[in-house]
């Protein structure tokens, strides 16, 4: 089982999108979390430990994320995806780059 972790600002559109589109991939265990206080679901030490590989919007999530958890994510994946924060919850676009992108970097049909 790998164990995936999306991020966006305030884990609202993007991430659970992301969350929604993989979480029934055979082999997958998926999370989502927002590097924003204000954060549906804030991002937490222990889902960067979780992790295997994670996935972030833009570059300011991963520079977020090694401010707070550089240590923790020394040896993790962690690809930005560049989404800008410009879809709905779901939206037909943002389901296919995430269907496309994503397999691709893990190397999926």
């Not at 590097?35 to 889902?47: G, W």
């Not at 300011?60 to 709905?88: C, M, N, T």
């Not at 943002?94 to 691709?104: D, G, K, Y």
Request: proline share 4%; charged share 25%.
């Amino acid at each position: 089982m790998t164990n995936i972790l999306f991020i966006c600002s305030r884990n609202q559109w993007r991430s659970p999108t992301a969350e929604t589109v993989w979480r029934k991939h055979p082999g997958l265990s998926v999370r989502s979390a927002g590097t924003s206080p204000r954060a549906r679901r804030t991002v937490s030490a222990s889902d960067i430990q979780w992790a295997d590989v994670v996935f972030v919007m833009e570059h300011k999530h991963k520079s977020r994320l090694l401010a707070d958890f550089a240590r923790l994510l020394s040896h993790k994946r962690l690809h930005v995806l560049d989404i800008p924060d410009e879809y709905q919850y779901m939206d037909a676009e943002l389901v296919q780059i995430f269907e496309e992108s994503v397999a691709a970097y893990l190397g999926l049909d």
